[in-house]
């Protein structure tokens, strides 16, 4: 998938806790939530940057997702250690959800193309993909944009109608 599309699965995947965020701080923190996420999207594609790296190759696995969601969990769990434990715990908790959350997000996409993935590699080389259609095709990626744009602004709204 291209920008768009990674877009619009980062905010599909983020819209069920987008949901939460909504009813349990506030409509706007679950906005900053889903910017966040969609401006995450692409990092797995910082591989097509870095030397010697393979495009789809380490940066497209769950080892990834697992460190992205444990480097913003450290994160999370600094900045809520200033409130004490119980905060840190839960900043931490939802930093790790944000970083890997977001890493698989990428990689569901990129599996709905006949290139698909290898999220287990090294350990276990096995290709997953759906080969529903292209990387470049413009309808998928924006309709993928769309469906995204859509389920998380129904769950924002339907999260900040829920009585607390």
């Not at 944009?145 to 607390?164: C, M, Q, R």
């Amino acid at each position: 998938m291209y920008r768009n599309g990674h877009i619009g699965a980062s905010l599909v995947v983020y819209a069920p806790f987008g949901f939460l965020v909504a009813a349990l701080v506030s409509i706007e923190a679950g906005a900053v939530g889903a910017l966040a996420v969609a401006s995450t999207a692409m990092v797995p594609d910082l591989d097509v940057r870095v030397p010697f790296v393979k495009h789809r190759g380490i940066t497209h696995t769950v080892w990834f997702a697992l460190l992205a969601g444990a480097a913003f969990g450290l994160v999370g769990g600094a900045l809520g250690f200033q409130t004490g434990v119980a905060t840190a715990l839960l900043f931490g908790g939802v930093g790790f959800l944000f970083g890997a959350g977001t890493i698989v997000s990428h990689l569901l996409a990129d599996a709905l193309t006949p290139m698909g993935i290898r999220p287990y590699a090294p350990v276990r080389d096995t290709e997953y993909t759906l080969d529903l259609f292209t990387a470049a095709n413009p309808v998928a990626n924006y309709a993928l944009l769309a469906l995204g744009g859509v389920a998380v602004t129904v769950a924002l709204v339907a999260g900040d109608a829920v009585p607390v």
